[in-house]
């Protein structure tokens, strides 16, 4: 068999310390031609700052595969628990954001 036909494994260590996560509410996306930056922030209710998590930076073509991935997953679980509802609090703003700060907008 051609070694280049034949399925490698990759293998992917989890460290405890990566392992335990950081909870995230808020993405903020940018990017320049050649990479994306995804910066995962926790957000506190009446708090006037957000402390970014942690940062994520990936090249165009991998950002798009974890579009595509990430669209897979939300299908995938949609399907087992049904609907994920996008709720807006009824107290929210009507820009359509649900009351979660743009740290864009002036």
Not at 89 to 105: D, L, S, T, V
């Amino acid at each position: 068999m051609d070694n280049n036909n034949a399925k490698q494994e990759l293998k992917i260590e989890l460290t405890p310390e990566v392992a335990a996560g950081h909870y995230s509410n808020l993405a903020v996306i940018t990017h320049s031609p050649n990479e994306f930056f995804i910066d995962f922030i926790a957000v506190a209710p009446n708090m006037p700052q957000a402390k970014v998590q942690s940062r994520v930076i990936m090249t165009p073509e991998n950002a798009k595969n974890l579009l595509y991935a990430l669209s897979d997953n939300v299908k995938k679980y949609e399907q087992t628990f049904g609907e994920i509802k996008h709720r807006v609090p009824a107290n929210a703003p009507k820009n359509g954001n649900g009351g979660i700060p743009n740290p864009f907008e002036a």
